[in-house]
């Protein structure tokens, strides 16, 4: 059992202080937000302390280990702190949306080899991790295409997207840590992009849509095509095709009932909605994955160059948004 | 190209006759009906003759073979009258609804062994003729469970339920036939009827829906649902379950369109219907068969005596709904 | 939290004890069985106590419930002496193989509305209980037909065959619940079955295939079909046939993966393998269900009066077995 | 019946001509090939006539309408010619391989409005076909991103990829008119493009797998992904994603048979395959409506210039490729 805290008690880190509380092989001893208010409800309702301050995390020694769940612009000055106070550390994506910033920070760290994990959730998907595993295995051949599909169902508010870092560094980032992940280093980028969902978006300088193409070190062409919002759920799919055959990893249903009638057969449920529905086994299996390393059964990874590695991958994106043209990483 | 006549220009009728213009293999010289209107409409659609008279092609020696898709009562006597005048014969189901008559008609021709071919069109479509044979050469072991699922769009007018001889002898049959072609001889059957789907059909002494269990003679057990009415469309299934694995020929759509949206995903288009639009491919598969055998190249299947025994199907399935017993054949 | 205990600890028992231990709304506080080895080995492994009796389970004020896993012939006296001691009750199937002593069990119990729930498991499939509540919302207008599949990987040892009480009361039983939970109450069964996996259950005097009619006081069909042996994997599905549409509920496989290649396209994983695996979230939603209606939120269903069902059904059905005739309830 | 002739006899030459020589709304008179051998063994096949020139065919009175399936360097004088003889004209694919010998020959008939179809097979395939319709009907709302892939499997021999003017002249010029025919205009185009499949493609100077972004005028973006080898078949998909929901069609196997065992569920057949086989129902449907045009019901669509807008793509396409940057149209 491995005694963890989290740090910051928004959605996405309440979701995993209640995850890591079920969890079989972590003890949550405690958790953190600088709104004092979300750290005691999550610490109520999960029977676990509040901390008063990062520094009581620093100094507790029940806690190994950090789950970084704060806003963006934190995750590089928390990381090093818990580094220093020798906790690990599995910090949310992305690591910052300063590209500078990032690499200042893990240059800073790298030399010592720290114990730190980058939440990169749809590694841990069963089914895509099923997919890559079959692909190294060499089933379908060399990669040669990848199509990866990933469409939210609905556009964040305003406040979200201009904190976010722009469409690539909020959204996009999960699918150029996917085509890594699928197809090693990345070569080349070109994107297509604009705003066809919310004029809002637009007016506030980001984009909704994009189409992107990759090109891999490999040879290996990856089209990326992302959407703020899906009408029918949560869309993530990813498709690979080799010299010897295709894999494909589709989506899920919270049933397997099919519906029969008049109007239209064999019609399935809506999507799994949202990522804390649709990555659930995901999350589980991020968390053993990041015991396992702590206990030096494997490597941490995605570690904190894979996520200085996908910030390059959306700031290339970005810069060839503007140029028209494919930019070389 | 084999010289042919229709017989009868009801729905069926025409629709073979239709093929029959069209076929590759055939040349359609004349058609008949004794609603002259009925004839003479469908020969000039195809740019045939009408005949007369039965006679008229009997004498007629341009035509090699007939199909025969007059009412039930007329086919024994046609098949015996088109024997007798060297011609070889595709004789829509069932044979007749009298068993004894149906037999003596055979008594009286069999030896001959006459070129007569039962239009047991199911057995010609592609999906369930690549299941029987894949389970016959062995993919799924010995074959232990099928289960054939046949429903009709919508039921017939009340006209039709009478002069039908029962739901067993007029849509049934298929099924029995189905379950011969599969598991071969069938020697015992078990069934379960009412009328769910219209009161009428009951008042009539008739059934609109059953389930019936036949136990062939090679060990296997095979479950048949049918129903006069389904809201979906033409609901055609095979299912074989052997010892080594399971094969299933499911339904046919007009596309392979899927459509997502909010309420549900990866909905497909009704079925087609009904059995003009789902057995279009088998109806020209049969012909060749027909033609092939014809032509020597192999034997006339399935013939008069795959007529008879699923007749006697029907009955022992009629026997077993009053007695709620099981009968054995 | 309701305090638990689980009296038997088996491969079924362990299974439980371990869904407990991890559940939100469980305290699981001791295990127990005759064979003292598995009761140690289950409570080191779940950090509980292991009780050396019963006693010791009906005299502990922390324990309000009761889980039962132990041999089928020991199920009647337990909930007995659970009702007794105030424990409330959630046993596995089947209440008994003597329906006899199930009855005199429950004519004992009855009248006080003991809190006694059985454990069919299916009921609460996400998958299965959806297409109930869809097909009792009236979706598919009235039940006309149902066909139940219900295939286990590979046979039991023969010593479990011995003790089993044959197909029907041990595996069937699943799916007469499954029938009863759709269709309402049943007045008519038939059954065909036969030995055709394993020669050695044949002389057992067992069966490992049946097919079997049932009809319910609604007028619905329902057809089932069972085998000892699936090669690919645990084959659990149901479809219900409506007057204005159809309801499937089909297999589930650990992910969503699909493979394309010169053999064959969109082939996916083998089924999830065994009941384990495949109903772990139904087991999960038993339990909840459970501690709802301990407390008071919610009746206990299925309850004992649906296990003495069951077990009439297939008793029932292994008078049909032997006398080739339907028989009523 | 519309008298036609077909001029080419090499395999798609003589693929149409059988198709006319069965279709019910054409009489096929005669065929044409300079290389003679070609096209007796067609007529014969068939039962035409040979026409010893085109000369011959220009000044036959019962051919009305000319079917060009020769190389395509001979398809814009033989165009004039048909035109200039009073003949309408079906002309295969691509138009030329010289854009600009394309667009001179279309500015010298253009204004006589001659009766000119382009013969992009994929239009009258009845899922995309529906697909589109349900589009344009509005059921998914505005289009905003599709993914259109095509793969051919097998590569072509050297031969043939030295004449075929590229990868994206040759085969992409189909997806390039899909591109068009369900999003209009395209404006901007990016590519890349490898060799992959063949390194003696790559020798020749082509590419044999590409990805490729268009921006329509309407703001849709729509991705395309190529190859030369497809292990499992002719992969022939679209996907088209809209404010209110997704419609995909996707690939068409000879049955509907699905296998299940020890190793895979649900496996299906391989893909129909070739062209031949695949757009079957779509070269009857082209000459459905090419006739409906010539009988004036409708107007020739795909036109010519259709035919030189996906070429205008084709070397958009390969100008990307080379710069590395989005061309503009």
Redesign the interface.
């Known amino acids: 059992m491995i005694g963890m805290a989290v740090i910051g008690c928004g959605r996405i880190g309440r979701m995993h202080a209640r995850n890591l509380a ?1 969890h ?1 092989r972590v003890r949550l001893v405690s958790v953190f937000d600088v709104a004092e208010q979300l750290a005691r409800e999550t610490a109520v309702e999960l029977g676990v302390k509040t901390a008063a301050s990062v520094d009581e995390i620093w100094s507790d020694v029940k806690v190994e280990a950090v789950l970084i769940a704060s806003p963006t612009d934190t995750h590089v000055p928390l990381i090093a702190a818990a580094v220093a106070a020798g906790k690990a550390v599995l910090c949310e994506k992305p690591i910052d949306l300063d590209l500078e910033r990032a690499r200042a920070g893990w240059a800073a760290l790298s030399k010592k080899k720290p114990p730190v994990m980058l939440a990169f959730n749809r590694r841990f998907d ?2 895509f991790r ?2 890559r595993e ?1 692909l190294h295995a060499g ?4 990669l ?2 990848a ?1 990866i ?1 990933s ?1 939210d169902p609905a556009p964040p508010s305003a406040a979200y997207i201009k904190a976010s870092g722009g469409l690539f560094r909020d959204m996009t980032i999960h699918d150029f840590d996917m085509a890594r992940y699928l197809a090693g280093d990345i070569e ?1 980028v ?1 994107a ?1 992009g ?1 705003s ?2 919310d004029p809002e978006i637009g007016r506030l300088g980001d984009i909704d ?5 990759l ?1 891999a070190r490999s ?5 990326i ?1 992302n ?1 703020r ?5 949560y ?1 993530q799919r990813v498709e690979v ?1 080799g ?29 799994l909605n949202f990522f804390i529905e649709r990555y659930r086994e995901a999350y589980d299996a991020e968390v053993d994955a990041f015991v396992a390393a702590i206990e030096g059964r494997s490597a941490m990874s995605p570690d904190y160059a894979d996520g200085i590695a996908a910030l390059e991958l959306a700031d290339a994106a970005l810069r060839s948004l503007k ?4 930019v070389k990483l």
């Open positions: 079920r079989a069963p089914s099923a997919l079959r089933e379908i051949g060399r040669e295409v199509v599909t469409r080349e070109f297509f604009s066809l969902v849509t994009c189409t992107l193409t090109k040879g290996a062409q990856i089209q095509n959407s919002r899906c009408s029918y759920g869309d095709f010299s010897k055959g295709m894999l494909q990893a589709g989506n899920q249903r919270a049933t397997v009932v099919e519906s029969w009638n008049a109007e239209r057969t064999a019609a399935r449920d809506p999507l140029s028209a043209a494919a």
